[in-house]
């Protein structure tokens, strides 16, 4: 190879490697931008799902908190994985005023809820996939016959 075309293509392989870094720093950026703002999000329907269990509590059982989990909780199937959506509806049949479980079982599942809430949120990996079937989402006027709440 001559010396001339050496000296032409020292600068044009420079400037390809620099392209090429730019758009993989580009990538690597934007995807983690993606990441945050997506755990932001999942941050913030989690915390009001959680603040809306309060509506459960027998001293201040509080229909309208009730709704409000549910209509979270039909969200979460945007955006939580299948584990957090069967712990809250494990929760749900657990509450529910027709079946009859003690109140250490209905500790425990609300406690298996958050922790499921905790495990997604400390892995911060976006969801990609789903098990769920339609047969899964349970109507929420079927599964939640609360006294007073109809």
Request: charged share 30%; hydrophobic share 40%.
């Amino acid at each position: 190879m001559e010396q001339e075309t050496v000296n032409i293509l020292i600068p044009v392989i420079g400037a390809v490697i620099a392209f090429v870094s730019a758009v993989v720093t580009w990538y690597l950026n934007e995807r983690s931008k993606r990441i945050y703002e997506e755990y932001r999000r999942k941050e913030e329907k989690y915390s009001e799902l959680i603040r809306s269990l309060r509506g459960f509590y027998v001293d201040s059982f509080n229909k309208e908190q009730i709704t409000e989990f549910l209509n979270q909780l039909n969200l979460c199937w945007m955006y939580c994985p299948d584990e957090v959506i069967y712990k809250a509806y494990n929760f749900l049949f657990m509450v529910h005023s027709d079946q009859k479980h003690s109140d250490k079982e209905k500790e425990k599942a609300v406690g298996e809820l958050m922790l499921a809430i905790r495990k997604d949120l400390i892995s911060r990996k976006p969801l990609k996939k789903t098990n769920l079937k339609p047969e899964d989402l349970v109507p929420s006027l079927y599964l939640c016959k609360f006294k007073n709440l109809q």
